[in-house]
């Protein structure tokens, strides 16, 4: 299944693109898509609930704005330098064990919604990642049993205002966590249709020029690795998105850099799930 969210900010409602691409909203059998809903089984009453008709569904007129499709995660984690040719270009080698740090919930907002250029801001960069959506909560899981944990996959946008991360007293969190810096989207991709991540193709254009290109199979540390690995250090809720690291090709890799400005159009995708795109526009 394919899981959305649309509408208005502020009155987004939850919904699901058919096996015939045909958009449909759900909010009156499930009214939100959030740590709720995958705690108490809800992408299997959600199937069921397909499978029996779509009673009391509506159709989502053609032009709705998509929200994220996770409703509130309690927890954006990342992972920095899971990408051999990423950590190269980030001036460090591949780490023994993954590098983690968190992402604001305020970040994060719809897949196409404009990304904001804060008034004090020069290096912003861009960096696709597949997302995983945590399913069921988890503690010390063993790496075998971490796809069992695990909801669907998404796509986050890992916006980053380098000159906050790296510089005067820089810190990852403040550089990566400011309103707008996590788009995530356009769907997720339940793990029953999506069921093996190792090796998706993954890019991201600006302007309509490639930047990156990469294969998640170049991965430094897997999927079930990472759930694994994170949940030892912190319990993974419901609706929780792992970020997995980005591919080499981002702005701070060229020589020079090329960091982003307003009025550019930055698009990310990934093979199997869909693809976003935003304009990057200046804080009012």
Known sequence: MRLIRHGDIGSER?????????????????PSFDEVFFANGGIDLLRSWIVAGCHNSTV????ARLAAPIDRPSKIICVGKNYADHAKEFGGGVPDEPVLFMKASSAYCGPNDDVILPLDCDKLDYEVELAVVIGKACRRVAENEAISHIAGYTIICDYSERAWQNEHSGQWVKGKSSDTFAPLGPCMVT?????DTGDLSLWSKVNGESRQNGRSSDMIFSVPFLVSYISRFMTLLPGDVIATGTPGGVGMGYNPPQYLSAGDQVEQGIEGIGSMCQCVSMDD
């Open 60 to 63: 989502i007129d053609d032009g």
């Open 14 to 30: 939850p919904g699901v693109i058919l096996a015939d691409g045909k958009l449909i909203d759900v909010s009156a059998e499930f």
């Open 191 to 195: 793990t029953d249709e999506l069921t």
